[in-house]
């Protein structure tokens, strides 16, 4: 037999939703072919190649659908000499993250073309760590009152069909979310647009009423960028898209759960308002490519007026912090970062350790949490020494 099964022996596995202690996980080229107990596997097949993993625990390779950047990468500034998405990719996967979406801030219209197009061209060429989803477009028609660090000048309240079909084109089928709020005029019509081009409509950076809402989510927009940032604050006389957004279960939400961008009171609030299979975890990352400017905290990167850019903490570490903060099983905290995000995102072949799936798998260290080895497409591409 052709040496193109491998089997991966942990000490437990997460599928993320059931919990198979000493697991065994057999892959055939890319796709997981079966899991279970490890005595259920022969370990003396010819040409099986083995892999013991036996003092770590296994779960899903992680999914990130909104990061802009990490370390010196930042996919709104793509430099093809770089390879930036290249380097990206490689970067997350020591982080145990396995297919992401690089994501794009408001930019001057000739730029956020060019850039869509260079970030297409780029995941054309592929990458050797984890997989690119396709691009996240965070603008620019957003409210400018609610445009957080994004550049004043770049942003359009005014909705501009035509640019819109524009940077789609330009992203040559490569654009998969894109961020709107929805009371801008014809965000109904811009939702229709973005779903014919199947582009998944993302409601935030905005101050919609509950009304101007509704006629988003009846119109397609069934996901929420980033709760409870970028939109209005919870009141009790009043409903807005932040309340909707908690309360209609057509909804998926984005959650930052560094306990920086949110309270940790607020984490533990989303979880018990939202179904399970809503709940998205993302890192919101960003390039460090300055100094913790006003700040001390080094999970957090803030502008010189103290307004919050993004987060430098990985998947890795937002998964213990939503177990902490909201007193979730692994297990369900695990999927809000696998098979949660894969589902919203239409990837069906991931985000589960189960035949038939793609093997896509992140080891943990028992002993220290910390990633120990990731596996892509059924190949070890990042490995602790």
Known sequence: MAK???????????TPLERIPACGILCE????????GATAFSLLEEGLEIHDFTDCYAVPGFIDSHIHGISTFDSSNP????????KMSLALVRHGVTTFCPTMVSRPANEMVRVA???????DRGVEGADIAGIHVEGPFLNMEKRGSQDAEAIQETIDLGFAREIMEAGKGKIRIMTFAPELKNADKLVELMLEHHVIPSMGHSLATE???YRCIDAGAHRCTYIFNGMPQLYHRDSSLT???LCDDRVAIEMISDGLHIHPRFVDLTTRCKPQDKII???????????????????????????????????????????SYAGMKPSLAASCFTVNPAANLGLTNRGELLPGRRADIAFF?????????????GEVIYRKS
């Open 79 to 86: 430099d093809p000499a770089e390879e930036t998405l290249a």
């Open 29 to 36: 080229r890319d796709r997981i072919i079966g899991t279970g």
């Open 4 to 14: 193109s099964r491998k089997l991966f022996l942990t000490d437990y596995a997460l």
């Open 117 to 123: 197009s260079l970030l297409a061209e780029m995941i």
């Open 211 to 213: 009304e101007q809402t």
């Open 243 to 245: 309340s909707v957004a």
């Open 365 to 377: 260290d028992l002993k220290t949490n910390q990633v120990r080895a990731t596996v892509v497409r």
């Open 281 to 323: 975890g993302i890192s919101n990352g960003v390039a460090s490519l300055e100094a913790y400017a006003a700040t001390e905290n080094k999970d957090v990167v803030t502008t010189s007026d103290g307004i919050i850019t993004g987060s430098t903490m990985t998947l890795e570490n937002s998964w213990k912090h939503l177990i």
